[in-house]
């Protein structure tokens, strides 16, 4: 039991960070200048590096795109290589953006597929989501009817998954509703003691959760929410038959309705979780979020919609103005507004309560923000224009190579920094 959980935390981790695997051959797309971002109107040229197992070798040709992020390409063609070598003239870009150039060539009767992203003025995109005018008063009382409901905090030791030094438990408590309900896993310090807390929001997806028992050593209490409203120490199976069948796009349910939109169960959840937080005898009343993807576009919301939390990190957020496809221009996960049949004023409008921008404007707390440009499932475009509105104390840790995945180095980094503050916050 205990070497099979093992591996499975082993997995676990691995995925917070994961990059893709190693090949021989490698294509490498970067800017000729040594510089990853210009103002409109200066002209880029990408450099192409062939390699394989790390010296640059060939002679062939090879196909390119360039497009403005997300959007079709601008021009594209063919570039021979020799030596390894090529460069692409690629043009410019006359206003804030991003511009994508994407080199295919074959070898060994494999293709291989390089890209690399440069930002126009990114400091200054700003959101196509408009914060709805009633906005605080929809989530005051979401979060106010929620809490009729009784909290009906519940916990369960998991005795085959605590260590020496930390206590795992299976945790639920009452959402927005009858019988809605909200779980997570658990872990606390073993040593008696008072710590601050970590709401750990979870990436797209169904599945189950196993706590993070690495990070709790280091002297903090983390919550890792599912948020589905069903146990997370379900079989495997129980999660993959879930996600593909009444699960299955759950993130695009009910856009045209504010009150009926998946994700307003799960924001109240999650803001509930910090009730849940709250009751615990162990916590010293310091909190952060943490996530990323879908989760990081959660720490965003939940910090900016509850003044109890005292910082946050928040990897490649999601659902950050995913309404920017009206505009022309790269939108947010989960990109179903890239369906024109979907820009309809009853879906922008619900969007819009939910969009991260419209949370990221009520952000006071101080925050790390960390992603790539060569991200297709998180824009860099919509990364950008959500962290250009936060006006509050904000680091932002960018590794440009990276599509939706982030460096080892990424995740230490976010970790270190959210626990030396949360242990120097006090209450």
């Known amino acids: 039991m205990r070497v099979s959980f093992f591996i499975a935390l082993l997995l676990s981790v691995a995925g917070a960070f994961a990059q893709p695997a190693e090949r021989l051959y490698h294509v490498a797309v970067y800017p000729g200048s040594g ?16 390699t394989r197992c790390d010296v640059p070798m060939g002679d062939m ?24 070598k090529a460069v692409i003239d690629a043009g410019t870009m006359n206003k804030p953006g991003f511009m994508r150039c994407k080199v295919t060539l074959k070898q060994d009767g494999r293709e291989y597929t390089g890209m690399g992203t440069v930002g126009f003025s990114p400091e200054k ?5 408009v914060q709805p005018a009633d906005f605080h008063e929809f989530w005051d009382k979401a979060i ?47 040593a008696p003691g008072r710590y601050p807390a970590i709401l750990k929001l979870p990436g797209a997806g169904v599945r189950a959760y196993n706590g993070d028992i690495g990070n709790t050593e280091k002297g903090v209490m983390i919550l890792e929410v599912g948020i589905h409203g069903i146990p997370v120490n379900l079989p495997a199976e129980v999660y993959t038959k879930l996600y ?17 939109f998946y994700y307003k169960r ?27 993807s879908q989760g990081g576009g959660l720490s965003i919301i939940i910090a900016g919609l509850d003044k109890r939390v005292d910082a946050l990190v928040s990897y490649y957020p999601a ?22 049949r979907f820009h309809t004023p009853q879906v922008i409008n619900t969007l819009s309560y939910f969009d991260v921008s419209s949370f990221a404007r009520e952000i006071s707390v101080p925050g790390l923000y960390t992603f ?42 976010a970790w270190r920094w959210v626990i030396d503050y949360l242990k120097n916050c006090s209450k």
């Open 244 to 260: 593909n069948g009444a699960l299955k796009g759950y993130h695009s349910f009910n856009m045209d309705d504010r009150d009926r």
């Open 125 to 129: 995109l700003k959101p196509v989501t």
């Open 35 to 50: 510089s990853w971002n210009y103002e409109p109107g200066r002209k880029v040229k990408f450099e192409v590096l062939f």
């Open 372 to 413: 790539g440009y060569n991200d297709m499932v998180c824009p860099p475009t919509t990364t950008c224009s959500v962290y250009n509105v936060i006006d509050a104390p904000k680091e932002r840790r960018i590794a440009e190579t990276t599509g939706h995945y982030n460096y080892v180095e990424q995740h230490w980094d």
């Open 319 to 340: 659902m950050s103005d995913m309404a920017g496809y009206t505009a022309g221009r790269a939108g947010g996960w989960p990109h179903t507004m890239k369906d024109k």
């Open 144 to 190: 106010a009817d929620a809490r009729k409901w009784d909290l009906e905090p519940m916990m369960t030791l998991i005795p085959e998954k605590c260590t020496p030094k930390v206590n795992v438990y299976h945790v639920s408590w009452a959402n927005n509703g009858w019988e809605s309900r909200m779980y997570g896993i658990l872990t606390v310090p073993s």
């Open 266 to 292: 799960v924001i109240t959840g999650c803001v509930r979780g910090i009730d849940f937080i709250e009751q615990l005898p162990w916590y010293n009343g310091c909190l952060a979020t943490f996530g990323g």
């Open 61 to 84: 040709e090879a196909r390119y795109e360039v497009s403005e992020d997300m959007m079709s390409p601008l021009r594209s063609g063919t570039v021979r290589i020799r030596n390894g």
